[in-house]
């Protein structure tokens, strides 16, 4: 959807916005600024993202800067034909809209469910709450509904007509890979085999990209939750390597990797120094082990 108006109409509003922000010496986000402009000039359900930028950079003036008013721009908005998009200071997420599960809810295993005045404040309040990966919402009764998890099969709703679907991902995550929210993790388990050189450069394509480096015991069990689903009889490689310093492992962010769930039998062998990779082992549920880099695995790639 196309903002409905020009810059003529936000820029009349200037005045009225900054004696806003001089009134507030800290805004706590940039919402309220936003749902002024949204009321006053905007149909329902329409914004523009870019336009709304240009606001911003003519509020940032010499003396709002002086308000430290940079330090309020927190989080802008836009109502997209079938995606919620929210950037924030840090990275740029969103919600898409999937019509596959048009017409559906939860009765049971969701976060919370609550009345809200649009689409748009349902997508600000599971924005805030990271127990939020998916949501539900009726334009009917103005439902908002906060589902933990992403919907796999039509089977998991039941029919309420009128809702819409909602499932979140960050922008820099591609459509291809699976997201986690809880672990902030965006992945694709790949099914061809590289050696793990290869299988880095593979990865490392993509903007961002690399090899999955697993740091805490929840990414380890979201990773093989995923390699569960997919039955997999191969080793698949993840990051680090301790080719520098044997037994010392390092991520591709240069820190050492510290979060390990070896194979008690055949755990890291220090005289193997051939063995500088780890790789992930199927036939023991996948517990970690060190192998050698020419060979040829599966491999999964993460975008951060």
């Given amino acids: 959807m196309s903002f409905d108006g020009d810059m003529q109409s936000i820029i009349e509003l200037l005045p009225e916005i900054r004696l806003f922000l001089k009134e507030s010496e800290q805004l706590e986000t940039i919402k309220q600024v936003f749902y002024m402009i949204q009321d006053k000039t905007f149909q329902a ?7 709304f930028i240009d606001v911003v950079k003519l509020l940032s003036s010499d003396s709002a800067r002086q308000m430290r008013y940079s330090d309020a721009i927190k989080q802008f908005w836009q109502i997209g034909e079938f995606d919620l998009i929210y950037t924030s200071e840090v990275r740029e997420m969103i919600w898409t809209q999937d019509e596959t599960y048009k017409d559906l809810t939860l009765s049971v295993d969701f ?5 809200v005045r649009s ?6 309040t599971c924005t805030d709450d990271e127990r ?5 919402f009726s334009d009917a009764d103005k439902s908002c509904l906060a ?17 819409e679907y909602y499932f979140f991902r ?3 995550c591609p459509d291809e890979y699976t997201y986690n929210r809880k672990n902030d993790l965006c992945v694709k388990i790949h ?3 590289l050696n793990w050189n290869d299988a880095k450069s593979a990865c490392e394509a993509k903007a961002n990209g690399g090899l999955v480096t697993i740091r805490n015991q929840n990414q380890y069990d979201f990773i093989v939750q995923e390699l569960d689903k997919m039955s997999l009889n191969e080793y698949v490689y993840i990051d680090g390597t301790d080719e520098v310093v044997e037994g010392t492992f390092i991520g591709k962010d240069g820190k050492e990797i510290t979060f390990f769930d070896w194979d008690p039998i055949s755990q890291m062998d220090d005289m193997h120094e051939s063995q500088d990779c780890l790789s992930l082992n199927p036939d023991n549920y996948y517990k970690y082990e060190d192998t050698e880099v020419g060979i040829a695995h599966r491999y999964i790639c993460e975008v951060v």
């Fill in 111 to 115: 976060v919370w469910q609550k009345t």
């Fill in 170 to 172: 960050p922008a820099n």
């Fill in 191 to 193: 099914t061809d085999t």
């Fill in 45 to 51: 359900n329409q914004c523009s993202y870019h336009l």
């Fill in 132 to 136: 939020c990966g998916a949501f539900f």
């Fill in 147 to 163: 589902s933990p998890f992403l919907l796999e099969s039509t089977g998991q709703g039941i029919a309420v007509v009128g809702t």
């Fill in 119 to 124: 689409r748009l404040k349902c997508s600000v």
